[in-house]
């Protein structure tokens, strides 16, 4: 489903210096990162799990989990390394048990609540059908915090509440049909330059309030997995960092479900295993003998006890409990996996890394069902209409259109001709790396123009000039034509491709291949000019927005397969626009507050400030007083709107100050299975049966050697805090309680309603927007709390409703590790976008509370 869509809002005291800078090689100091929580002992007993959705799920993995061995155990904790079987990452299975490894493969990423859902339905469908475990997918990390990031496209932008909302519909759509879903990258993985070892520097706050605010939301939706990042956060890698994944992934949210890594980002034997990793991928790229972090390392740590059997066995079960939660049917029933992620052909190695076991790899099993409609459905909604002067579009059969530009041809050698979308020539519909997909086909613009005008029975004449180097053609194919669409577009990724000397972050906010000058050219000479943008993010438009002979914008986004009848659906008023732009459009770079570190002081050891705290994007530009070329939430409509009669309810009985989450402390850690003893001599055991021939550079579970070990001596035991093996009873943390954090946080104080007519001559859809002011110096102007859509007839009427629960009106207080509504006064305001606002009142003080005002 090659579907990477744009992500448009319609769519939809402990300090933190003492959480993120201590090392875990100082036991002097307390760090209370560990020991990493065991999920099946969240509550007072061993079997009582936060979550009941989850219960049914953890009484099937322990179950399975205590007839494991030892490298059983491993196995499904290690993948087999790169290109060593057919997914992009795989684990080792249990064959004894029927049970095959886990596959694991990359997702098309990319918002109307309903399109959301529909849209993770659909990948979870096809990722089924292929006989995949885990997609990988979907994004918050990048939120979206430099507008130049190379993987913002993948995400859903900038606001924690709009990724919120799209991460916990897409989460749920992909696992109904059966497949686990993973939320990616945690955390602060905010720019590919330096990505592996940038050394990012937060505070606790701003952790809280943006980062993992959509994490919390994907936790709350059941997500089954959640892969750590490459990047450090404040001093220690994302997948050794015992605050990011232990402290705030475990236990503040009490996540469920495993984490696994990057690919590559594990650093560590003994630092990932007691920093709470569960799953190391692809498994490979450690250090001789067994060339893996884990696999045999892991086996030989468990045995030395340098990794207590309860950390393992707590990995297991969390693999396990996520397999079964989605899983329908006995787990031997796993659907067969029918493709190759490593060739298109019908026939090739089933371990490509080997070059052995030739056999059929790709069985061409086609999965898209109908899902081309809905993906139409999709790029048409999403685009957002930025300029319409005198209500020129739609276009109503014009004698003439001229389509100009690169970026609305066929890409030449196909849709797929560059590897991982790896070029810049034809139409762009996705960005580039890893998050990219296969396109079955690709419609685009200009064959789906002229497909219009030849069925419209309209006379219109239609030329395409395709040239973005040639402003004289351009202009003269322009001077001719009723109507000129010029197309441009840019493109970002993945930091291991290049495009053009842009290294997957865009080196700047310019459209490419000489865009401004085609655009320039076209508009010169043609009153009637619509400008077609297909970027990953704003381009300065400051320009392009005040030329008066420009009637019209649209910004598509990358809207995959169906690109080219999406657009001509909304050119010609087949679909209303009604995408909300996802972030501010500024008109330079410097207007944003936060940019893309190209380059450090000392390349080597790169360190990131997130200085500007919680103010990135619209609650920058509003803070500073920046202007706005479009401002975030804007989009137009082929109506208009009337906002009316604001009421806001608060919740009876429901008291403001939060209740205390579930106290106490967890049972002790659980083991599973038979006790493995440390410093077990008879290593025989943990060899690999007689007569099995290995697969090589193929990871396995086992010991290289019966006499002894080989990793790394006797171990490092010092090097790690007694906590870190403590698998006595822990305390409860009171910002916890439930996966996402304390239930309280969800309880809803007020009811918010709002009447919107449609004042115009056709249907149309609005997307009202309510924004929160918290109160007080230290918060932005405002904050997204709400959005939703409303489809109204000419004339007609509706109440839009939107709750706002605790957790929408509070702060983080980084003294008492707890989230807090202060006692400043909270407004809120109800609109078309963040700068247009229509209807405003304060809220009242929720029950025993009073607000101080001033």
């Given amino acids: 489903m090659a579907t990477t869509i744009p992500f448009l809002l319609a769519l939809l005291s402990l300090s933190s210096i003492l959480f993120g800078t201590t090392k875990a090689t100082d036991p002097d100091v307390l760090f209370p990162g560990y020991p990493s929580p065991w999920a099946a002992a969240s509550g007072a007993s061993n079997t009582t799990i936060l979550d009941p959705s989850w219960a049914a799920a953890y009484a099937r993995a322990v179950a399975f989990v ?9 196995n499904l904790t290690t993948g087999t390394g790169w290109q ?8 080792g299975g249990v064959p004894r048990l029927g049970l095959r490894g886990l596959c694991l493969m990359d997702g098309p990423l990319g918002v109307r609540r309903r399109l959301m859902r ?8 096809e990722f089924r059908g292929k006989g995949i475990d885990i997609m990988l997918g979907p994004v918050a990390g990048p939120l979206g915090r430099a507008p130049e990031g190379g993987r913002n496209w993948e995400a859903f932008g900038p606001d924690p509440y709009l990724a919120g909302v799209a991460m916990a519909e897409t989460i749920q759509g992909i696992q109904s049909r059966g497949v686990v879903a993973c939320a990616k990258h945690f955390i602060l993985n905010e720019q590919e330059h330096y990505r592996g070892s940038v050394d990012v520097r937060i505070d606790d706050r701003t952790m809280h309030e943006l980062y993992l605010w959509p994490f919390a939301d994907a936790v709350r939706a059941g997500v089954g997995s959640v892969m750590c990042s490459y990047n450090k956060i404040n001093g220690t890698h994302a997948c050794e960092n015992a605050w990011t994944t232990n402290y705030l992934l475990k236990n503040e949210l009490a996540f469920q479900g495993f984490v696994m890594s990057d690919w590559g980002a594990q650093h560590t034997t003994l630092g990932s295993a007691l920093a709470g990793l569960d799953m190391t991928m692809s498994g490979d790229g450690g250090p001789p003998p067994y060339r893996s972090w884990w696999g045999g390392a892991l086996t030989e740590a468990v045995l030395k006890g340098d990794v207590p059997q309860w950390r393992l066995d707590d990995m297991v079960v969390r693999i396990m409990a996520a397999y079964f939660k989605v899983h329908t049917g006995e787990y031997e029933a796993q659907p067969d996996i029918n493709f190759s992620a490593w060739t298109n052909k019908t026939v090739g190695p089933l371990h490509p890394s080997s070059n052995q076991s030739i056999t059929t790899v790709n069985e061409f099993v086609d999965v898209q069902d109908d899902h081309a409609a809905l993906i139409r459905e999709i790029g048409a909604k999403s685009i957002v209409l930025l300029k319409n002067t005198d209500n020129f579009l739609p276009l109503r059969d014009p004698p003439s259109i001229a389509v100009i530009g690169n970026d609305a041809q066929d890409p030449p050698g196909g849709p797929n001709a560059c590897p991982e979308r790896g070029c810049f020539s034809g139409t762009v519909a996705m960005g580039y790396g890893s998050g990219t997909a296969n396109f079955p086909y690709l419609i685009s613009p200009a064959t789906a123009i002229l497909e219009h005008t030849r069925h419209s029975n309209t006379t219109t004449t239609f030329t395409n000039t395709t040239s973005n180097w040639d402003p004289a053609a351009a202009a003269e194919a322009a001077r001719n034509a009723s109507v000129a669409i010029v197309f441009a577009a840019a493109t970002a990724g993945e930091a291991i491709l290049s495009i053009d000397g842009n290294a997957g972050d865009r080196n700047n906010l310019s459209a490419w291949d000489n865009a401004a000058a085609l655009i320039a050219a076209v508009a010169g000479a043609n009153a009637h000019t619509v400008v077609v943008l297909h970027t990953p993010g704003p381009v300065l438009l400051d320009a392009v927005a005040a030329h008066e002979n420009v009637s019209a914008i649209l910004w598509a986004g990358f809207p995959g397969q169906e690109s080219g009848r999406a657009l001509v659906d909304v050119l010609f008023g087949c679909v209303s626009p009604q995408g909300r732009s996802p972030f501010t459009w500024g008109a330079s770079e410097a207007d944003y507050g936060a940019q893309v570190m190209y380059s450090a002081p000392d390349p080597k050891n790169p360190v990131q400030v997130f200085g500007e705290g919680v103010l990135v994007d619209y609650r920058w530009f509003q803070r500073h007083a920046r202007g706005m070329v479009f401002p975030f939430g804007f989009g137009l409509t082929y109506t208009r709107f009337r906002y009316s009669d604001l009421k806001i309810v608060r919740k009876g009985g429901v008291q403001g100050p939060y209740p205390v989450a579930k106290e106490g402390v967890t049972g002790p850690a659980p083991m599973y299975g038979g006790v493995v003893e440390v410093g077990d001599a008879a290593l025989e055991g943990y060899m690999p049966p007689d007569g099995f021939k290995r697969i090589s550079p193929y990871v396995y579970p086992w010991l290289n050697s019966s006499q002894g070990f080989v990793a790394g001596g006797q171990g490092n035991i010092s090097e790690f805090p007694a906590a870190a093996r403590n698998g006595s009873a822990q305390p409860l943390l009171p910002a916890s309680g439930a996966p996402g954090g304390n239930p309280g946080l969800y309880e809803v104080l007020y009811t918010v309603t709002a009447s919107i007519t449609n ?21 932005p102007w405002g904050v997204l709390r709400g959005f939703d859509e409303v489809e109204l007839q000419p004339g007609e009427t509706k109440t839009v409703t939107f709750e706002l629960t605790r957790r929408d009106i509070s702060n983080w207080n980084t003294t008492t590790q707890n989230w807090q509504i202060t006692d400043r006064e909270k407004v809120l305001f109800v609109g078309s976008s963040v700068r247009d606002i229509h209807l405003n009142a304060s809220l009242p003080a929720p029950e025993g509370m009073a607000w101080h005002v001033g």
């Fill in 118 to 125: 529909l849209r993770g339905e659909a990948l979870g469908a």
């Fill in 66 to 74: 205590a007839n494991l061995t030892l490298p059983e155990k491993v």
């Fill in 84 to 91: 060593s079987d057919r997914c992009i990452g795989n684990t």
């Fill in 759 to 779: 004042e115009g001559d056709v249907a149309g859809t609005e997307i009202p927007q309510l924004y929160v002011q918290l109160g007080g110096e230290d918060n």
